[in-house]
């Protein structure tokens, strides 16, 4: 049962007519975006099939998990993700693959994905404060720092007193 997530979803059905949830395991792009950024990022990021979950098209991808993610954990998810389809309407599918992938290089300094992330991020804090408490978004700090300035995504923004920075004004903010 997952009455929260649920109502979310039905939100986003509502505001995204087309919307889907889609599996990653058996579906050969995202087996080869996987191969693609375990082999561009030196093996920084393995794990894209089994612990991330990717929207992109207007679908959301998820992996074997998603099954098991508890109610409230798959709400914060979706209230992330919503960002990003938010996102692709403002953008298009086609703006929005250039804005995170080209400013300014695909790798080591991906201002454009640092952004398009950042917005979904603050929207995870603000989630997790609402649901589990601020005292548990503030404790997301160093998994938001290192998923920016690491290879999971690329060493997107490898400059960690920036995202140091970011976290404490959306934390700020949520204080208000």
Known sequence: MH????ALLDEIYAEFPTFEIRPKKGSPLQGAIHVALAAMTFGGQRVYLTHYYT??????WVPESWARLPDLDRYVLLCHERIH?????RMGDAGMAF?????????FLAYGRARIEWEAYAETLRATAEVYGLESAERLRPQIVRRFVGGEYGWMWPFPRVIHRWVDEALANLRK
Do not use: C, E, I, T
């Open 55 to 60: 929207a992109m098209f207007g679908k959301l």
């Open 99 to 107: 804005v995170y992938l080209v400013p300014f290089f695909p790798l």
């Open 85 to 89: 389809l938010r996102q692709r309407r």
């Open 3 to 6: 009455p929260r997530s649920d």
